[in-house]
């Protein structure tokens, strides 16, 4: 037996545990969204500002966006222009409902992706994704039905997040295709926040008032950019050296049950929750499960960008 067949196995557990490990600090990005106690607006642009910075600092990152066309650079922008906003209505959520509605919301991304895509990319409509995309429509009446009334709000704005990150996607998966990944990475969190900093006049138009975070609340923002954003995203490209694009994606497709449970046991969410919610949670996911393995999209799960 040749020595790598030895310890192949061995690497490969390692790789899908590395793989999940990144998935569920991702999960951790809504719980994180709601112990900070700053608006959305606030809470983003402080995220996006010290994420750009970190990676902007890093000599690697400049030589990658030397060589981006002005073309990509163009339409990198744009991306990172919707990554804000995908960003600011999923943080928005969060505050109007709770971690749980948020990340279920965005489930229905694939449903707006399967009608996006074709529409953006003038491709003919395939008909199963639209079947699939209507599997999950009894799955968001059940979740609406399940949710305190006042929290409809923010899982209208939560819908509204699943389809940017959808336009997202399709932006995203041309340009990981001739950006390396570091330098796109940097360009979108740059323009996110340049666009929210130069907007900040303009802020208290929506109620909200440029603020420093306080001790509390940075700290948090800290373990948000650097555990939940920075940490898994160089994990997850260390991890997809050992496992194929697809095991990758369905371990990204469980991040809503890794948030939903910590939510119930760090927030005590499962209380505000009734049991048709979870049921719809379940076809939510049954339907992006059975979607992704139609499909076998390689490097399909880098295109959503986890909370």
């Known amino acids: 037996m040749k020595p790598t067949a030895a310890i192949g196995p061995h690497f490969l557990r390692n790789a899908h545990l590395q793989m999940h490990f990144c998935v569920l ?23 996006v500002l ?45 505050k109007l409902a709770n971690a749980s509605v948020a990340v279920t919301s965005l489930a229905l991304a694939p449903v707006f992706l399967a009608i996006a895509e074709p529409y953006l990319l003038r491709q003919p409509f395939v008909r199963r994704d639209v079947l699939l995309a209507l599997v999950a429509v009894p799955g968001v009446l059940l979740v609406v039905g399940g949710i305190p009334a006042n929290m409809h709000e923010g899982f209208a704005l939560g819908t509204l997040s699943a389809l940017f990150v959808s336009v997202f996607s399709v932006f995203n ?30 802020w208290p138009l929506v109620g909200v008032a440029f603020v420093l975070p306080g001790a509390m609340d940075l700290a948090w923002l800290l373990v948000l950019c650097f555990a939940c954003t920075l940490l898994p995203f160089v994990l997850s490209i260390v991890a997809l050296r050992r496992i194929s694009a697809f095991s990758a994606q369905l371990a990204v497709n469980l991040e809503p049950v890794y948030t939903v449970a910590i939510a119930s046991l760090v927030l005590g969410e499962s209380r505000q929750l009734l049991w048709p919610f979870y049921v719809g949670v379940g076809l939510l996911l049954a339907s992006v499960l059975i979607n992704a393995h139609l499909h076998r999209i390689p490097g399909a799960w880098q295109d959503t960008p986890a909370g």
Request: contains cysteine; hydrophobic residues 65%.
């Open 25 to 47: 600090l991702w999960g951790f990005t809504a719980i994180l969204g709601k112990l900070i106690s700053l608006p959305a607006v606030v809470l983003v642009f402080w995220r």
């Open 50 to 94: 010290i994420v750009s910075l970190c990676l902007l600092v890093w000599p690697a990152v400049w030589r990658r966006l030397r060589a981006v066309s002005r073309r990509d650079l163009a339409l990198s922008v744009a991306a990172g222009v919707l990554l804000m906003l995908h960003w600011l209505t999923f943080y928005g959520a969060i």
């Open 173 to 202: 998966k041309r340009l990981t295709m001739r950006v390396p990944a570091l330098a796109l990475t940097a360009m979108e969190m740059a323009t996110a926040a340049v666009v929210l900093g130069v907007l900040i006049p303009l």
